[in-house]
């Protein structure tokens, strides 16, 4: 997954996507974050089909700023888009991150959205992982399937989330374990549930130079 409609490489995008595709990326999983950049997803969509999957979600991060009428727009952006993604959505229980009852609130609607228009969703968790776990089987099992993004979470919780439908996506946030840690997690996701993300234009792997 990426947001190549991030301001710090917009431009770069069409750039960015000839020379993956050269080098046999096919497909670019591009995720909104709020409101105000699910139209540019959409028309990135439109302009770049098929190669970038368009995916609109509320963030963690901009739950506080959201709208009254938050939740019509992302129905009606995924009405006029069927090829469309629920994400990025998620908990982030980080101080700064504000109220996080709110976040529950909000992610779940999301992800009710998700299983009501049978889509896969792209989800993010920051320190919240058993919050996330206990929505999860709340609502799950998730038949379209759910991708972690950056999985920073245990080893025990992988077998739980894979059963639900979850993949487990890891980026270079994964160098900033501890190396016993992120080995014993890794090892617990089955292969075929393993994916890798940019989550450009951030995630870049710490220089080991």
Same mark, same amino acid.
């Given at each position: 997954m990426s947001h190549l409609q991030d301001p710090r490489i917009f431009h770069k995008a069409?750039?960015?996507i000839a020379s993956a595709i050269d080098s046999g990326v096919v497909?670019? /999983?591009?995720?909104?974050?709020s409101?105000?950049?699910w139209p540019l997803v959409k028309q990135m969509g439109e302009s770049h089909h098929p190669h970038i999957v368009p995916c609109f979600g509320l963030h963690p991060w901009f739950?506080?700023?959201r709208t009254p009428n938050w939740l019509n727009t992302l129905k009606q952006s995924f009405a006029s888009t069927t090829s469309a993604a629920v994400g990025e959505i998620g908990l982030d229980k980080r101080k700064k991150m504000g109220d996080f009852a709110d976040q529950v609130h909000v992610f779940r609607q999301q992800l009710e959205l /998700?299983?009501?228009?049978?889509?896969?969703?792209?989800?993010?968790?920051v320190r919240a992982f058993g919050d996330l776990l206990e929505i999860m089987k709340s609502l799950g099992p998730f038949p379209e399937g759910f991708l972690?993004?950056?999985y920073l979470g245990s080893a025990e919780m992988v077998p739980e989330f894979a059963n639900l439908g979850g993949y487990f996506s890891f980026s270079g946030f994964l160098m900033s374990m501890k190396?016993?840690?992120a080995k014993r997690m890794v090892?617990?996701?089955?292969?075929d549930r393993i994916l890798l993300e940019t989550d450009a234009p951030d995630a870049l792997p710490k220089s080991q130079g």
């Open positions: 069409p750039q960015l497909r670019f /999983a591009v995720n909104g974050a409101e105000l950049d739950v506080a700023d /998700a299983k009501e228009l049978k889509r896969p969703a792209s989800i993010h968790c972690l993004h950056s190396t016993s840690k090892k617990a996701v089955p292969f």
